[in-house]
């Protein structure tokens, strides 16, 4: 238990307590809550508890018409004993002991709560409180920056408070929050500006997710997780699949038919040769797609980099400019103090309003030349990122520009090829000039011809397809991104 309890007994929330409560907060109306010698406690409606070193919520149950109730500064450990309070609309509890949110369920009307100074390490329990609009929570425990993405079920939520919590000193926590609060108004005392919410969903590009599907990159980024490796790397770069004979493998992949006429000396010739040009055409694309890659990320990294660095000097200069006025205004109070007459001590305090009125005009002047530095980076940034972007795509339109072919052409001139060679086999068969024995599987494919050329058609049609398809999951992937 606290030192401060060592020296100072723990109250207890009792007839007492209320009535001295009440008395303090309206002793005019005090026979107007009394009934004799007993507190009619229904027509209670507010009741303010702070700084009587209260240990622990009870005997709450009879105030049930209860809309406001202040425990703040005491130094309670739980929140319990409120079940009752249904029509509660205010409820203060900062300043305490608290550990856990809990034991809220039943207040369903809550509108705003106050945990502020706690040792509160997850924002938890809160599902029932469709009607919370103010929430504080600052000066607690809180570590892990997602457990933020909580409060999202709160759809009445305008007004939060996070400052003086560890998480708060990372990097893109304003960003992060924001992003998954859109609703938010007001956040750690400020408002939530345009000029940020603008920027954030100018994150979203045209991938059509949400801004905070889109944030949910911004702390990896900070803490450099660009260098990324093996097949996620080929992923993030849309070239899965391209590298070695992936591809080629990929197109005749369960295609039985191919696999039998593969064994005809003829075919197998023309089999070999195929993978080669395809192979080489998929390494060149391979390679292509992880020096646009690199591309992409750098300009990402270099994005990311002056954004740090504009956000830095307007919060060095903030501070700066604060200090300075903290510094005078501690001076102007000290002459205050000393003023020999009323009329200096008037002057003195007549300054002080004007340095508050500099103060703020600065701040403000600081404030609109940071926005405008974030929209000329983020125009930058949208030019460098179309240019690279649509380069990429003018590129893999061309299904694939390398060696002045076309991959859909590599594969027409084989299926040509092949069936010729296929025609040419069984025109040898008919005429009996076929000299070597065949399978009995290829026998049985080559006794009907058009079995055998809708067989070979039908396997053309499907490579076409597994071309486009892999043409079109990397435009929709630089689209998306």
């Known amino acids: 238990m606290s030192q401060f309890l060592s020296s100072i007994e723990p109250n207890i929330i009792d007839d007492e307590l209320v009535r001295k409560a009440i008395e303090e907060k309206c002793p005019e109306n005090l026979g107007d809550f009394a009934r004799g010698e007993n507190i009619n406690f229904k027509v209670v409606t507010e009741l303010q508890l702070s700084f009587k070193c209260i240990l622990q919520i009870n005997n709450m149950w009879p105030f049930e018409n209860l809309t406001k109730l202040q425990l703040d500064n005491n130094v309670i450990e739980k929140i319990e004993g409120l079940e009752s309070l249904v029509h509660l609309v205010w409820l203060d509890l900062s300043f305490n002991s608290i550990e856990v949110i809990e034991g809220l369920d039943t207040l369903v009307k809550l509108q705003d709560l106050s945990l502020y100074s706690n040792r509160i390490s997850k924002i938890e329990h809160m599902d029932t409180l469709q009607e919370l609009q103010i929430f504080s929570v600052g000066n607690n425990n809180l570590t892990v920056l997602e457990d933020v993405g909580y409060l999202r079920r709160l759809k009445n939520l305008k007004t939060l408070n996070l400052s003086g919590n560890p998480f ?252 010729e060679t296929i025609i040419a086999i069984l025109k040898k068969l008919d005429e009996g000039e076929l000299e070597e024995d065949l399978p009995n599987d290829v026998q049985k494919l080559l006794m009907d011809k058009t079995s055998i050329v809708n067989a070979i058609n039908v396997s053309h049609s499907i490579r076409l397809r597994k071309i486009d398809k892999r043409e079109s999951d990397m435009l929709c992937n630089i689209y998306q991104w």
């Not at 060149?284 to 980099?305: H, I, P, W």
């Open 168 to 419: 708060c000193k990372k990097e893109h926590y304003t960003l992060f929050v924001v992003a998954h609060l859109p609703g938010l108004v007001y956040l750690d005392f400020k408002l939530v500006r345009d000029s940020t919410v603008r920027f954030l969903h100018s994150l979203t590009g045209k991938s059509g997710n949400s801004i905070s599907q889109s944030l949910c990159f911004v702390p990896a980024l900070g803490a450099g997780s660009l260098q990324k490796s093996g097949s996620q790397k080929h992923a993030t770069a849309f070239v899965e699949y391209l590298n070695g004979s992936l591809l080629f493998d990929s197109l005749y992949a369960e295609d039985t038919e191919a696999a039998k006429l593969a064994s005809l000396p003829e075919v197998g010739d023309l089999l070999q040769a195929y993978p080669s040009w395809i192979v080489s055409l998929s390494e060149n694309l391979y390679n292509y797609g992880l020096e646009e890659y690199e591309k992409r990320e750098a300009e990402v990294s270099k994005f990311y980099k002056r954004l740090h660095e504009i956000l830095t000097v307007n919060q060095q200069e903030s501070k700066r400019i604060i200090t300075e006025f903290e510094i005078q205004n501690q001076v102007r109070l000290d002459e205050i103090c000393q003023a020999s007459s009323g009329d200096i001590a008037e002057s003195k305090r007549a300054q002080g309003k004007e340095e508050v009125l500099q103060l703020w005009d600065a701040l403000m002047t600081l404030e609109t030349l940071v926005s405008n530095d974030l929209e000329e980076l983020l125009q930058n940034f949208k030019r460098s990122i179309d240019v690279i972007a649509s380069t990429f795509i003018e590129n893999i339109q061309g299904i694939y520009p390398f060696h002045s072919v076309h991959c859909r052409d590599l594969e027409n001139q084989h299926h040509e090829k092949l069936m």
